[in-house]
Nanobody
Framework: EVHLVESGGDSVQPGGSLTLSCVAS????????MYWVRQTPGKVLGWVST???????RYADPVKGRFTVSRDNAKNTVWLEMNDLKTADTGRYYC????????RGPGTQVTVSA
């Protein structure tokens, strides 16, 4: 059974930084592509980033150049480093084993406000 637990969300001012973590269990993490998705206020769940099983990253246009995804297969952990945060980044962030976010964790809240 896929089990994902995100952490690291917080309230920050615009321009601030946060690093989210996701610890995975219950599946072969080192062979699984991992995704970050987010649900922003009033919008549906949206894809943020992808990292391949052995690396290789992709980013949604709104976060490109500001967010960095990484993973450590020995620790079953994936991170999302977020820099130059904007109010539009406010939302609940989830790690997932699929791009649609069907198999996601409970999420962690990120609030960006002045």
């Amino acid at each position: 059974e896929v089990h994902l637990v995100e952490s690291g969300g917080d309230s920050v001012q615009p321009g601030g930084s946060l690093t989210l973590s996701c610890v995975a269990s219950g599946f072969n993490f080192s062979e699984t592509w991992m995704y970050w998705v987010r649900q922003t206020p009033g919008k549906v769940l949206g894809w943020v980033s992808t990292i391949g099983a052995q690396g290789g990253e992709r980013y949604a246009d709104p976060v490109k150049g500001r967010f960095t995804v990484s993973r450590d297969n020995a620790k079953n952990t994936v991170w999302l480093e977020m820099n130059d945060l904007k109010t539009a980044d406010t939302g609940r962030y989830y790690c997932s084993t699929d791009r649609a976010g069907v198999n996601r964790g409970p999420g962690t809240q990120v609030t960006v406000s002045a």
